[in-house]
């Protein structure tokens, strides 16, 4: 059972470059999220789309941009990365927004350097 | 605002011990709360649930409490075991509110 795949598991980049964190899900769901946790931190919300067709800034949205390609599909885009975005990132996916339980990805670790 | 708090960053109990951790909320909309845990270089998964119609919630050595007056979930592992050691993330939601969660609670389990 797949759940959430996330990709790459691991990145190293240079500050200024671009990247694109991959996600899918294969659980049918509605709704998908990234998040990013830092050493010390709980999970911060980035983005979220409710539903296929819509995304939303979350609560560290700056530096960021997504794409909802498809139902399975949620992409997470550094344009131009800076060490302050150094961290794991996890993306997430639930039937719906609010009352169910959301599944996560097993992580993906970036340094800017 | 945090909506969702857990105020002890860490907790260290005995194996076989009672783990109990705790949570509390501002929203009371909320009406769905959930304990997620997390190992080092894993992704969080769910643990346990309860809803706002109930006040305990069981599922072996997990059982989940809810005070809806007090606004507090509590967590407690009994017996704990060294493999319960992970940070543990309680989170809530409801009445069209995502889920929101607190900034987890840091569990060792001593041998």
């Known amino acids: 059972n797949a759940g959430v795949t996330q990709t790459p598991k691991f990145q190293v980049l240079k500050t200024g470059q671009s990247m694109t964190l991959q996600c899918a899900q294969d659980?049918?769901?509605?709704?998908m999220y990234w998040y990013r946790q830092d050493p010390g931190m709980g999970l911060r919300l980035i983005y979220y789309?409710?539903?296929?067709?819509?995304?939303d800034k979350g609560e560290v949205p700056n530096g960021y941009n997504v794409s909802r390609l498809n139902k399975r599909e949620f992409s997470l885009r550094l344009e131009s990365a800076a060490p302050s975005q150094t961290s794991v990132y996890f993306c997430?996916?639930?039937?719906?927004?609010?009352?169910?339980?959301?599944?996560f990805g097993e992580g993906s670790w970036l340094t800017v350097v | 605002d945090q909506q969702v708090k857990q105020n002890s960053p860490s907790l260290s109990v005995q194996e076989g011990r009672i783990s109990i951790l705790n949570c509390d909320y501002t929203n009371s909309m909320f009406d769905y709360f959930l304990w997620y845990k997390k190992y080092p270089a894993e992704g969080p998964t769910f643990l346990i649930s309860i809803s706002s119609i109930k006040d305990k919630n069981e599922d072996g050595r997990f059982t989940v409490f809810l005070n809806k007056s007090a606004k507090h979930l509590s967590l407690h592992i009994v017996p704990s075991q060294p493999g319960d050691s992970a940070v543990y993330f309680c989170a809530a939601s409801g009445a069209g509110n995502m889920l929101t969660f607190g900034g987890g609670t840091r569990l060792m389990v001593k041998p």
């Open positions: 659980m049918n769901h509605n709704s």
């Open positions: 789309s409710a539903s296929e067709g819509t995304t």
């Open positions: 997430a996916s639930s039937e719906a927004l609010s009352g169910y339980t959301i599944y």
